[in-house]
């Protein structure tokens, strides 16, 4: 009996010694669940701490800097191009016909019958997005008077316009004609007054369709430049200052003050000048005249007065902005031209610092703070520099010092002549490029100057195509039975991968190279090649008042960021009554917000294109970007 009651027991004390084992391995588990579960809580609660931070902090960022884009140290300016104005554009007709006549079929001009088509895409009130037709009035009009209650003169320092206000040629039913140029850059500039007043500084420039016929513009002294330039001038009716129209009648370029700084420092610049060069007479499909090697070209002309209004910008220390038509880069300008050109601005950009010190009694040179461009309808920018095997030689015109008595001073003969007035630029800077007064009215500039020459004969530049070969290139000979350097350029077939060749050519070649680079920027056009759009730029018009402030080290006038404004007019099309103009156009994005760089300097675009060649995600928001998402 107490065998079996204590086997009892013990049996009952076993089975709760189970229990109470598999009870406190239970209670550990538990324990450790729960530990593990405040462990997730906790990271995860982290986790969402750390982005709602980030979160605030990019928000933080860019409301701080949109607040500082707002502040009264920044300035502002609109760069538009490339409106193309076609009178004739009639809505509802086809693409086929460049937007000019109803398909066969519609009766009469009923627009409703254009509806069912030739195969062709139809046109609406405003244009027609990615097509080859030209911008209609409707579309001009709409420009001017968002501009006029959106911006106005009172939120823009200044404008530029780069160009190519006359429609294209390219209708065989209606050809264009010189006078259809000149009323087309007309009612470009009663937009642009409308918009703006009389009393904002506008400065235009000669786009390649400016001209008659396109592409081809004799050189300064024949007829048919005179009468484009004389002809142009009336249009352009006060945007070209009277001590700049000789000038403007000789070449087609002037020089115009755009911004004069309220109260710069000590040793600062005092305002900004506009350049605003005629890049037809650098472009490879004029065959009016040829390169810049020799002593008669218009375009080594040009590079000289830019050198003078570099030598002019310094002595009233003044720094400068250049604008042009047609982009400068080895595919559209002849060889000699663009290492000209590359040479001429880098020279007085170095890379380093744009300071000047007025303690050793030097005013510095004058910085070039932006090379805006037109032509291409895209969004993007661009490196412009010597190549390392031009640099070298310290003679990119082919020219060598030896033959002009070398002084060790690294200049080239024309450069010299041009700083000391002396030889055939001499004449020029005395006789037109400083002329302060002249009669519009009376057509002859000087008698040295007034001829027939045609210029066919002069010496041009060796027919030459482009290899690569490693991280530089080469220059080689075409057949001359091949040769064609005049030949029109367009868009490579991948615009995009071609950019980000030259990107990875700049960085790969090292600071060294980058001494001696430029940073050139095309804006989106007006004509619906892909959407219409401009850009404003936003750059430093004054000292921030706190040294402690962003921006407080930048020199004057350094840009500081801009913002890309598009018109959606495959939807505004659809609307049956007038569009809301202040809504015309809205902004697509705004470059520091995309790309997460503090200013437009050479330094930050170094910085960014080394951060787009590593990403691929980046690339690929780039690409979007420079068709404006289409």
């Known amino acids: 009996m107490w065998r079996k009651k204590n086997t009892e027991s013990t049996a009952l004390l076993h089975s709760n010694s189970l229990q109470f084992e598999r009870r406190r391995r239970s209670n550990r588990l538990c324990t450790k669940s729960i530990g593990l579960v405040l462990v997730a809580v906790i990271v995860c609660s982290g986790v969402v701490v750390c982005m709602l931070q980030l979160t605030l902090n990019a928000a933080n960022k860019a409301n701080t800097n949109k607040h500082r884009l707002n502040s009264t140290a920044v300035g502002r300016f609109l760069h538009i191009t490339d409106m193309h104005v076609d009178p004739g554009y009639i809505a509802g007709s086809t693409t086929y016909s460049q937007c000019h006549r109803y398909p066969p079929h519609a009766a009469g001009n009923d627009t409703a019958g254009a509806a069912i088509g030739d195969g062709h895409r139809h046109t609406g009130r405003f244009g027609i997005p990615q097509a080859k037709c030209d911008s209609p009035i409707a579309l001009i009009n709409a420009t001017s008077k968002h501009l006029r209650s959106k911006w106005g003169a009172d939120k823009l320092d200044f404008v530029i316009w780069t160009g190519d206000s006359g429609r294209h040629?390219?209708?065989?039913?209606?050809?264009?004609?010189?006078?259809?140029?000149?009323?087309?850059?007309?009612?470009?500039?009663?937009?642009?007054?409308?918009?703006?007043?009389?009393?904002?500084?506008?400065?235009?420039?000669?786009?390649?369709?400016?001209?008659?016929?396109?592409?081809?513009?004799?050189?300064?002294?024949?007829?048919?430049?005179?009468?484009?330039?004389?002809?142009?001038?009336?249009?352009?009716?006060?945007?070209?200052?009277?001590?700049?129209l000789r000038t403007f009648l000789y070449g087609g370029y002037f020089a115009k003050d755009v911004v004069d700084y309220d109260s710069p420092g000590s040793g600062e610049s005092t305002g900004i000048t506009a350049l605003s060069l005629n890049t037809i007479y650098w472009y490879r499909a004029n065959a009016k005249v040829g390169g810049c090697r020799a002593h008669d070209s218009p375009g080594l002309a040009q590079l000289a007065w830019i050198r003078y209004q570099m030598r002019r910008a310094r002595a009233r220390n003044r720094d400068l902005i250049l604008l042009g038509h047609?982009?400068?880069?080895?595919?559209?300008?002849?060889?000699?031209?663009?290492?000209?050109?590359?040479?001429?601005?880098?020279?007085?950009?170095?890379?380093?610092?744009?300071?000047?010190?007025?303690?050793?009694?030097?005013?510095?040179?004058?910085?070039?703070?932006?090379?805006?461009?037109?032509?291409?309808?895209?969004?993007?920018?661009?490196?412009?520099?010597?190549?390392?095997?031009?640099?070298?030689?310290?003679?990119?015109?082919?020219?060598?010092?030896?033959?002009?008595?070398?002084?060790?001073?690294?200049?080239?003969?024309?450069?010299?002549?041009?700083?000391?007035?002396?030889?055939?630029?001499?004449?020029?800077?005395?006789?037109?490029?400083?002329?302060?007064?002249?009669?519009?009215?009376?057509?002859?500039?000087?008698?040295?100057?007034?001829?027939?020459?045609?210029?066919?004969?002069?010496?041009?530049?060796?027919?030459?195509?482009?290899?690569?070969?490693?991280?530089?290139?080469?220059?080689?000979?075409?057949?001359?039975?091949?040769?064609?350097?005049?030949?029109?350029?367009?868009?490579?077939?991948?615009?995009?991968?071609?950019?980000?060749?030259?990107?990875?050519?700049?960085?790969?070649?090292?600071?060294?190279?980058?001494?001696?680079?430029?940073?050139?920027?095309?804006?989106?056009?007006?004509?619906?090649?892909?959407?219409?759009a401009f850009r404003i730029f936003h750059y430093l018009r004054k000292r921030p008042e706190s040294n402690k402030q962003r921006w407080w080290s930048l020199p004057l006038g350094t840009l500081l960021d801009y913002d890309v404004h598009w018109a959606d007019i495959a939807k505004l099309n659809k609307l049956k009554?007038?569009?809301?103009?202040?809504?015309?156009?809205?902004?697509?994005?705004?470059?520091?917000?995309?790309?997460?760089?503090?200013?437009?300097?050479?330094?930050?675009?170094?910085?960014?294109?080394?951060?787009?060649?590593?990403?691929?995600?980046?690339?690929?928001?780039?690409?979007?970007?420079?068709?404006?998402?289409?």
């Open 169 to 244: 040629d390219g209708d065989p039913e209606q050809p264009r004609t010189f006078e259809q140029i000149i009323a087309g850059n007309s009612i470009a500039v009663h937009a642009l007054r409308d918009a703006f007043g009389d009393s904002m500084p506008i400065v235009p420039n000669i786009g390649n369709n400016d001209i008659s016929p396109h592409n081809e513009l004799a050189a300064p002294g024949h007829k048919t430049a005179r009468k484009t330039f004389e002809r142009l001038s009336h249009a352009w009716h006060k945007f070209v200052p009277d001590d700049q």
């Open 326 to 532: 047609v982009l400068p880069n080895r595919d559209n300008y002849r060889p000699t031209c663009y290492h000209g050109y590359a040479r001429t601005v880098t020279q007085v950009v170095p890379a380093p610092a744009l300071h000047r010190n007025p303690a050793d009694g030097d005013n510095g040179v004058p910085a070039v703070h932006a090379q805006l461009f037109g032509h291409s309808n895209v969004d993007v920018w661009a490196f412009v520099g010597q190549e390392a095997k031009w640099t070298s030689s310290l003679d990119p015109l082919g020219l060598g010092d030896q033959q002009n008595g070398s002084i060790g001073d690294n200049r080239l003969w024309w450069e010299r002549q041009v700083d000391e007035e002396t030889g055939r630029f001499g004449k020029l800077i005395r006789n037109v490029w400083e002329a302060t007064s002249f009669d519009i009215n009376n057509h002859s500039l000087d008698v040295g100057y007034d001829d027939e020459r045609l210029w066919e004969e002069m010496e041009d530049d060796p027919p030459v195509q482009f290899t690569t070969a490693g991280s530089s290139a080469e220059i080689l000979p075409i057949p001359e039975a091949t040769s064609n350097i005049s030949a029109p350029q367009r868009l490579p077939s991948d615009f995009v991968e071609t950019l980000l060749k030259e990107y990875k050519r700049v960085l790969v070649e090292g600071p060294k190279n980058q001494q001696n680079l430029g940073v050139t920027t095309i804006s989106p056009s007006i004509i619906p090649k892909y959407v219409p």
């Open 577 to 630: 009554l007038n569009p809301i103009y202040e809504k015309f156009f809205t902004k697509l994005y705004r470059f520091s917000d995309v790309y997460k760089i503090d200013d437009l300097s050479l330094d930050s675009y170094l910085k960014w294109a080394e951060k787009l060649l590593s990403s691929k995600s980046l690339r690929k928001k780039f690409r979007s970007l420079t068709y404006l998402g289409t």
